[in-house]
């Protein structure tokens, strides 16, 4: 218990965390001994773990994960790519661009979530969030790329590379998951080639709800025609299950 006191009086003296409440370093110190990873500023990795509804109800916190998550999208995307060209060097392109895909989808993200137990740590309001599966899917794979982003600009790319190769890589590789293709966008556009037809055109049809919880609703088209339609928590996920829905029409 000393030491716990002493860490947090120590926090408070760092002007990296001086403004952060209690709650949200207590959340931080349990995540950074799961991850066996110092946070030398604390208040990047609050952020990190703040979703856009949690804003609501802080009084200090001002500026929510969306910005890292950003950048953690391009910084997992360049890694993976690096270290699935030095493992597979006897794979072609198509097998690079697949495998990647499948490793920073969404769904693999939320299974890393899920690993970590970063639900437990990230900052939402219960009040604004809907308890859909593909709601909480979203907010915690979104939160796993803002962490990543956190990570790179705390520690720099090596710290980043351990991370995505403890949580992401390694995993794949021995389940042999990483051979599973979930990019239904991909897919389709392969299909429609080898079909000769036009290429998929993904049109965003409707978008509900506030701000923090807002469903898309995409078609898909090819050739001028409505060959499905996908919601989902953002464009990409809706695009894609647009994508899915359109395969498994053509396959019916």
């Known amino acids: 218990m000393n030491n716990v006191l002493s860490f947090f ?41 703040t979703h856009r509804s949690y804003l609501e109800s802080s009084p200090v916190l001002e500026e929510s994960n969306e910005r890292l998550e950003f950048l953690g999208d391009a910084a997992l995307g360049l890694v993976v790519a690096e270290i699935l060209f030095k493992n ?6 198509g097998f690079l661009t697949k495998t990647r895909s499948h490793l920073v989808y969404k769904n693999e ?15 939402y309001d219960k009040r604004f969030i809907s308890y859909s599966e593909e709601g909480m899917k979203t907010i915690s794979a979104d939160c ?35 051979q599973v293709d979930n990019n239904f966008k991909g897919q389709l556009l392969e299909y429609t080639h080898q079909q000769k037809w036009s290429s998929p055109d993904y049109v965003l049809i409707n978008a509900e709800g506030p701000d923090h919880d807002k469903i898309f609703q995409v078609e898909v088209m090819i050739n001028g025609k409505s060959c499905g339609v996908g919601k989902g928590r953002n464009k990409k996920t809706a695009e894609q299950n647009a994508a899915k829905n359109a395969l498994e029409s053509f396959k019916s």
């Open 144 to 178: 796993v790329e803002a962490l990543i982003g956190a990570i790179y600009l705390d520690s720099g790319i090596d710290e980043t590379k351990k991370f995505i190769t403890k949580w992401i890589i390694n995993p794949n590789l021995e389940t042999g998951q990483y």
């Open 9 to 49: 009086k120590k926090l408070k003296r760092n002007s990296k965390t001086s403004s952060i409440p209690n709650y949200e370093l207590e959340k931080l110190n349990q995540l950074s001994k799961k991850l066996e990873l110092n946070f030398n500023d604390s208040k990047l990795f609050v952020k990190a773990l």
């Open 88 to 93: 597979f060097p006897n794979e072609d392109e």
């Open 109 to 123: 993200l939320y299974n890393v979530a899920m690993r970590i137990g970063l639900l437990d740590f990230i900052l």
